[in-house]
């Protein structure tokens, strides 16, 4: 089984960058797919990001798309995303986790999760 630890959170001002990276322990990632998704207090997980483990093919939501890139390191174990152009609306605690399906943007498609790390971005 896969351990999913995330890191990089913090308080920054708007146009500030963060970079978040998610170490996994256990299983290798391979032909497997990583996300990064988001949730604000009293609001429904968001699809942020998500690469595919052996190709490294991304997908991005709308909201991020051109400012936010995720990557992922195999030898590392590591996936990150970087942040750049941060806004308010983009304050949220941040999960990484992976998927077994190809493509996978839905949080009923993953069935590994981080505990979560804080980005608060103020005005």
């Known amino acids: 089984q896969v351990q999913l630890v995330e890191s990089g959170g913090g308080l920054v001002q708007a146009g500030d960058s963060l970079r978040l990276s998610c170490a996994a322990s256990?299983?290798?990632?391979?032909?497997?797919?990583m996300g990064w998704f988001r949730q604000a207090p009293g609001k429904e997980r968001e699809f942020v990001a998500a690469?595919?483990?052996?190709?490294?093919?991304?997908n991005y939501a709308d909201s991020v798309e051109g400012r936010f890139t995720i990557s992922r390191d195999n030898a590392k174990n590591t996936v990150d995303l970087q942040m750049n152009s941060l806004k308010p609306e983009d304050t949220a605690v941040y999960h990484c986790a992976k998927s077994t399906s190809w493509f996978a943007r839905t949080p009923g498609d993953f069935d590994s999760w981080g505990q979560g790390t804080q980005v608060t971005v103020s005005s």
């Open positions: 256990g299983r290798t990632f391979s032909l497997y797919t």
């Open positions: 690469v595919s483990w052996n190709r490294g093919i991304t």
